[in-house]
Each structure stands twice: as C-alpha cells, then as structure tokens.
C-alpha cells in the first residue's frame, strides 16, 4: 500500500529526521552519478528529493507519482516536471531514460512485477537504475514512523535476485541509514558517527535502506523477439492538449 504524498512531503521536507535521511541518500545517490548533463533522468515513487541536483544540467527530468499515493507538484518555485501516472503504464518513451531513481514505489506496489517491467522498458541502452528500498534486517523496516516502514522490505539477495529475474544486471549495492530512526537528540547528535561507524563494519550494524545500482540487460533474455511496447504519449500526458485524450502510442 503506497503511503500519501502528503505524509512522504512531510517526513522529507518538514521533518528534522526526513530532511537527515534525505541527505545521507542524496549522497549516496550523487556518489554513483555525480552528473547528469544532457540526459534524461526519472525517478519513479517518491524520488524527487533524489532528483534535484541534476535539474540544471539534465535534458529532461520527471518524477513519476503513482496514482494510489497522488502526486504534488515539484519542484517548489520552478517549473512543475511531477506527474500523476498509473503503476504499470508511465508516460514515458520506451528506451529514452538515461537514469531511473525508484523510491517509495517498488516495494509499496501491489504489482511490484509490473513496476520492474515499466522500469525496463523506459530505461535506455547503457541506461542505469536505481533501487532504493527497506532493508528488511535493518531498524528503520520496523518503524513505522517514517515511511520505510511500509510496504514490503527486502534483503539484498532478494532485491538482487527479482532484478535479474527481470533481466537486470546489478552492479553495485551499498546500505545508509545506520543511525537510529528517532527524533532524541542523542540520536540526531550522533547520527554522522553512526553512519560512519557502519559504512566501515557492516557486518555488525545493519544500515535501514538497501541502494542498489542496476544496468538493463540488452537483448533480454525472458523476452519475445518483437514484443510491443506499451507507452503513453508524453507530450500529450505532460502538455494536455483540449479536447485530445492520451492514447497508447
């Protein structure tokens, strides 16, 4: 079950531990792409805080929003790029998307198959995926005062094992968050001794959030030879003209 996107706009944006964890992923997620310039970046779920920093740079950027969470509009202060769309069916060429962030949407989706095959189809040749999701040993699963506490955590031989199932091919995958998910200030005091503390010995802490970085196998091995897209008409979705309904291209 997604969560509202008024509740994940809150923790993010509005709340002290939010705005922490926002930060530590953020990093992660600019240590395996540093830039963006020229591409055409998406981020699926509840992503758009991961994808600020390759708004100045990037060809095209667009947060996907599930229908069951909503969507908001994003970023504050510039031009909307965040859309409304349905799970299974985004609206977004298929092979054109250069790097894919999904966050608060694989493992909240009551078709998580589904999502995996979108993902595919709109990555692009040399394109890269990012899978962000609850570590299912770690603290922050089993606190349901943030929103990795819902939905359906994994660990990370079967995070690594759906993705190949769908003809991903994993590269690399790190874990954050190994401070506790409290708002105490010891807790938020401490928080860059214990990230720090658990990057280097992961084998005795447990970090709250699994990051796994994944290239789109080409050609697909579970795949037909031909088999036809399914694809919205991104202008039509982004830009509505009067009168014209969105049809599959």
Known sequence: MHLDVQVLRDFYYRNALGRAAQKIIRNQVLSFWPEAKGQSVAGYGFAVPMLRPYLPDARRVVGLMPGPQGVMPWPAGMQNVSVLCEETLWPLETGHVDKLILMHGLETSQNP?????????????????????????????????????????????QLEAQLK?????????????????????????????????????????????????????????????????????????????????????
């Open 113 to 157: 198959t589904e999502v995996l095959e979108e993902a595919y189809r709109v990555l692009g040749p040399g394109g890269q995926a990012l899978f962000i999701v609850p570590n299912r040993t770690g603290l922050w699963a089993r606190a349901d005062q943030t929103p990795f506490g819902f939905g359906r955590p994994y660990t990370s031989g």
């Open 165 to 249: 199932k769908h003809d991903f091919v994993p590269e690399a995958h790190v874990s954050v968050l190994y401070q506790p998910p409290s708002t105490r200030r010891f807790w938020m005091k401490t928080g860059p001794f214990w990230e720090k503390t658990g990057r280097a010995i992961p084998a005795v802490m447990a970090g709250g959030v699994m990051m796994v970085l994944a290239s789109k196998r080409h050609p697909p091995r579970h795949r037909g030879v031909g088999e036809a897209a399914r694809v919205l008409s991104p202008l039509d979705v982004l830009a509505p003209k009067p009168g014209k309904v969105a049809e599959p291209a």
